[in-house]
């Protein structure tokens, strides 16, 4: 007679094992849900988003403060350029114009070290109410180089402007800002088109002009020139800026989220 409820004991610890192994493997699931595509990110931890904010190897420092990200740069390429001439480092770094634009005019500008302190929120989300980007910096490049918006004054294409740009497609604001506005020449050539090549204020990141072997063009990108699916570097999906050969060249309407700070 007591046999049967030894057995009966066996059997509800073996019904107990298999609910927790269950319940154990669908929470690891969750771990690796599919791609969200709804308006919020579903973005890695703090401290990977952290991981692969120090992809940017220009940068003199880059850690976390609370929310944001912080990213210290001297905004100093690292690469040759006509805007070395006349510097400290024109022996090392100067190279005379190599690139295919007849029209080409070096600026009055040269390239200067800076001191730039990027606040990027760790969490980036879609704003309810977009901003547009300003004039100045608005981003940072992998070698710690800042990005410009589309525009050469308010409201005024870069029309003539580009013709100012060095082998590498930047040059020096007025302030001797070194920066880009379209594609990073050296940069694509270094890491490839298809790379992560940075990220803008709001904390979204921006790629190459190439995606899944196949040129981006504005019409595979939203009006604030980006789209939203699984990257490299974000495998679950988020929002993403594109550099496009044509103008936007980087950002359209504004920031997808809310941006950041940057501080000299």
């Excluded at 073996?14 to 709804?38: H, V, Y």
């Excluded at 904010?53 to 040759?80: E, Q, S």
């Excluded at 060095?166 to 050296?186: C, F, I, K, L, S």
């Excluded at 495998?235 to 700070?261: C, D, Q, R």
Aim: aromatic share 12%; with cysteine; glycine share 10%.
């Amino acid at each position: 007679m007591n046999k049967i409820p030894f057995k009966l004991s066996l059997l509800s610890l073996l019904i107990a094992f298999l609910s927790i192994s269950i319940a154990c493997q669908k929470a690891d699931g969750d771990s690796t849900s599919p791609i969200d595509t709804t308006g919020n990110n579903v973005n890695p931890s703090s401290s990977e988003m952290l991981t692969i904010y120090k992809k940017i190897y220009g940068a003199t420092d880059v850690y976390l403060d609370g929310n944001f990200v912080v990213v210290k740069t001297k905004d100093f390429p690292d690469h040759k350029s006509p805007y070395f001439k006349g510097t400290a480092w024109e022996s090392t770094k100067y190279e005379a114009y190599t690139g295919s634009n007849p029209q080409f005019a070096i600026n009055p500008n040269r390239i200067s070290e800076k001191n730039l302190t990027f606040r990027f929120p760790v969490n980036p989300q879609e704003a309810s109410s977009k901003s547009a980007t300003p004039l100045g910096s608005i981003g940072i490049s992998l070698n710690g180089v800042v990005l410009f918006n589309q525009y050469a004054g308010p409201n005024q294409p870069l029309t003539n402007e580009i013709n100012s740009f060095d082998q590498h497609n930047g040059h020096p604001a007025p302030g001797n800002e070194y920066h880009y506005h379209v594609e990073p020449m050296y940069l694509t050539g270094k890491v490839g088109k298809d790379a992560l090549l940075g990220f803008l204020l709001d904390g979204f990141p921006v790629y190459g002009p190439q995606e899944n072997g196949k040129t981006v063009s504005n019409a595979d990108l939203d009006s604030y020139h980006g789209h939203k699916h699984a990257t490299t570097e974000f495998p679950k999906g988020i929002y993403h800026y594109h550099f496009t050969n044509e103008a936007p060249y980087l950002n359209g309407s504004g920031f997808f989220g809310t941006p950041g700070t940057v501080s000299r």
